[in-house]
């Protein structure tokens, strides 16, 4: 009806017209298309756009740089890399999962080595679910503040993940240190104090991009991991690194106290050379693999961190990222699988004749 009504009125308008007026008016009828509303907005947005089809760490202009950890409300692209990223999630949940339990429903794993290792387990545990929540709140259930709040548990976890690490690498020097005094409650003290430190200061990284430091409102601000600010990403770095260095030097305090403890059983004992020499190698490689697996892991996205921003390509922060994940999925392999007492358990479980009484040998962390 509307069509009709406006030819009617230029028809009229035409008739009125002279000649020349006429014809001019006419030409520009003939030229003129009864195209709809839609169809011009169909014409001005081509439907081969790029908008979105950005993944969930997928550049937010179209030049592929900067991870996007922030959801979009657009239907979103299925990435390639997000599907190994929850993967790996799957993988370090169900290895932390099993840890976790086993510690806990076991009443003889209440020693602070023990402890430590459910630290880094739970860390790990959480890291694996806040890769796969990610994955289905950008992909399932897209929402911006539920993105933020999976941001937050991932660097929560991640950052307790590495912490617990550190705890453990102080564990080992002082049960080495302070042998004779290592067993009391001094201890155990010092063990829920290095918790809750840990745990504090990763809850508090979590909390900084859900409490308002993102950028979401400031794009350029952001960095190669977004909505984490630069400076947020920066202070993460920095802080992995200084744990990395203090790891190092403690590992190498532990590799001299185990050469010189060894060189005094062999002298007491009059071992031969070369088993004082196999043990001292045995022992070297054992903190070779814990501290090189850990560097390998963290320190390419570390360093990638500081150096990169938010017109670095995505494709080297997926490169990054996901050995760090990685890290997670080892750690129950060299901290918990390698351990007797939860062998034990393990095959116990696996025997079906599981009992949460089965008596254990006290072991330093220094044997694990």
């Given at each position: 009806?509307?069509?009709?009504?406006?030819?009617?009125?230029?028809k009229?308008?035409?008739s009125?017209?002279?000649?020349t007026?006429?014809?001019?008016?006419?030409?520009?009828?003939?030229?003129?298309?009864c195209?709809?509303?839609?169809?011009?907005?169909?014409?001005?947005?081509?439907?081969?756009?790029?908008?979105?089809?950005?993944?969930?760490?997928?550049?937010?202009?179209?030049?592929?740089?900067?991870l996007?950890?922030?959801?979009?409300?657009?239907p979103?692209?299925?990435?390639?890399?997000?599907?190994?990223?929850?993967?790996?999630?799957?993988?370090?949940?169900?290895?932390?999962?099993?840890?976790?339990?086993?510690?806990f429903?076991?009443?003889a794993?209440?020693?602070?080595?023990?402890?430590?290792?459910?630290?880094?387990?739970?860390?790990?545990?959480?890291?694996?679910?806040?890769?796969?929540?990610?994955?289905?709140?950008?992909?399932?259930?897209?929402?911006?503040?539920?993105?933020?709040?999976?941001?937050?548990?991932?660097?929560?976890?991640?950052?307790?993940?590495?912490?617990?690490?550190?705890?453990?690498?102080?564990?080992r020097?002082?049960?080495?240190y302070?042998?004779?005094?290592?067993?009391?409650?001094?201890?155990v003290?010092?063990?829920?104090?290095?918790?809750?430190?840990?745990?504090?200061?990763?809850?508090?990284?979590?909390?900084?991009?859900v409490?308002?430091?993102?950028?979401?409102?400031e794009?350029?601000?952001?960095?190669?991991?977004?909505?984490?600010?630069?400076?947020?990403?920066?202070?993460?770095?920095?802080?992995?690194?200084a744990v990395?260095?203090?790891?190092?030097?403690?590992?190498?305090?532990?590799c001299?106290?185990?050469?010189?403890?060894?060189?005094?059983?062999?002298?007491?004992?009059?071992?031969?050379?070369?088993?004082?020499?196999?043990?001292?190698?045995?022992?070297?490689?054992?903190?070779?693999?814990?501290?090189?697996?850990?560097?390998?892991?963290?320190?390419?996205?570390?360093?990638y961190?500081?150096?990169?921003?938010?017109?670095?390509?995505?494709?080297?922060?997926?490169?990054?990222?996901?050995?760090?994940?990685?890290?997670?999925?080892?750690?129950?392999?060299?901290?918990?699988?390698?351990?007797?007492?939860?062998?034990?358990?393990?095959w116990?479980?696996?025997?079906?004749c599981?009992?949460?009484?089965?008596?254990?040998?006290?072991?330093?962390?220094?044997?694990v």
């Amino acid at each position: 009806m509307l069509l009709k009504t406006t030819f009617g009125g230029n028809k009229a308008v035409l008739s009125r017209l002279g000649g020349t007026g006429a014809a001019r008016g006419q030409q520009v009828l003939r030229g003129c298309s009864c195209r709809s509303p839609s169809a011009i907005m169909l014409e001005k947005e081509p439907p081969n756009s790029s908008e979105g089809q950005q993944g969930w760490f997928s550049a937010r202009n179209g030049s592929g740089s900067s991870l996007d950890l922030e959801s979009v409300v657009q239907p979103l692209a299925l990435n390639l890399w997000d599907v190994v990223l929850c993967i790996s999630g799957t993988i370090i949940s169900c290895e932390n999962a099993i840890v976790v339990v086993v510690i806990f429903y076991t009443p003889a794993f209440r020693a602070p080595m023990f402890l430590l290792i459910g630290s880094l387990a739970t860390a790990d545990l959480l890291a694996g679910l806040g890769l796969i929540l990610h994955f289905a709140f950008v992909y399932l259930i897209p929402s911006e503040a539920v993105s933020l709040l999976t941001v937050g548990l991932l660097v929560t976890s991640f950052t307790a993940s590495v912490g617990s690490l550190l705890t453990i690498t102080i564990d080992r020097y002082l049960s080495l240190y302070n042998a004779l005094t290592y067993y009391s409650e001094r201890t155990v003290t010092r063990t829920y104090i290095m918790l809750i430190l840990t745990w504090g200061a990763s809850i508090c990284y979590g909390l900084l991009p859900v409490m308002g430091w993102n950028c979401l409102k400031e794009p350029s601000a952001c960095s190669i991991v977004r909505p984490l600010t630069k400076s947020h990403l920066i202070i993460l770095s920095v802080s992995f690194l200084a744990v990395f260095a203090a790891m190092l030097q403690l590992y190498v305090q532990i590799c001299r106290i185990v050469c010189r403890h060894a060189h005094q059983i062999a002298v007491q004992r009059h071992f031969l050379a070369s088993s004082h020499y196999d043990t001292t190698r045995k022992g070297i490689a054992t903190l070779a693999v814990i501290l090189g697996t850990f560097a390998s892991c963290w320190l390419p996205f570390a360093v990638y961190g500081l150096l990169g921003d938010d017109s670095s390509p995505a494709l080297y922060t997926y490169v990054t990222l996901l050995p760090a994940t990685y890290n997670s999925m080892l750690n129950p392999v060299i901290y918990a699988f390698r351990n007797q007492e939860i062998q034990k358990v393990l095959w116990a479980v696996c025997c079906g004749c599981f009992s949460s009484t089965l008596p254990f040998r006290s072991r330093s962390p220094s044997d694990v």
